[in-house]
């Protein structure tokens, strides 16, 4: 996608926002699921089953490939979905694995929210050269 060599995506059941970056530059994809409307279920009272739907397993590998060039990659979201995705990379694209430098909680924050997250995550883990003035 990109030359920038940081990524970081917000993922959930509905989307997944992925941005390239570096300190100055950033780049934006949004990934949606082919049925996004069909991947939320509600468990329903006196029901067989959990009421959770199988992972939709072309939408975690479209959003792998989104970060696959990437150096360093940071998962974000606010529930199961981001390690869903580390799972899927683990198992179908072990390669990316080991750019995966974290995999944090994250609510719902803008992009620009993400992107700032992002770049203080990897200053402060030295992988990303200081803003230029």
């Known amino acids: ?3 920038h060599s940081h990524a970081v995506v ?4 509905r989307e997944a926002r992925v941005f390239h970056f570096d300190a100055e530059q ?4 949004v990934v949606h699921p082919h049925n ?5 279920l509600h468990h329903k009272a006196g029901s067989i089953g959990s009421g959770h739907v ?10 792998a490939q989104a970060i696959s060039d990437a150096s360093a990659i940071l ?35 803008t992009d620009g929210e993400l992107l700032a997250h ?14 230029m003035t």
């Open 54 to 63: 199988k992972e939709d397993h072309d939408f975690l590998q479209h959003v």
């Open 75 to 109: 998962i974000t979201g606010p529930g199961g979905e981001k390690t869903a995705l580390v799972k899927h990379i683990e198992a179908h694209m072990p390669s990316l694995k080991g750019k995966v430098k974290g995999v944090q909680p994250l609510d719902h924050p």
């Open 1 to 3: 996608m990109s030359s």
């Open 26 to 29: 950033a780049e934006h994809l």
């Open 118 to 131: 992002a770049r203080k995550f990897f200053a402060a883990d030295h992988q990303m050269p200081p803003r």
């Open 36 to 40: 996004h409307h069909k991947t939320h």
């Open 10 to 13: 917000w993922i959930d059941h």
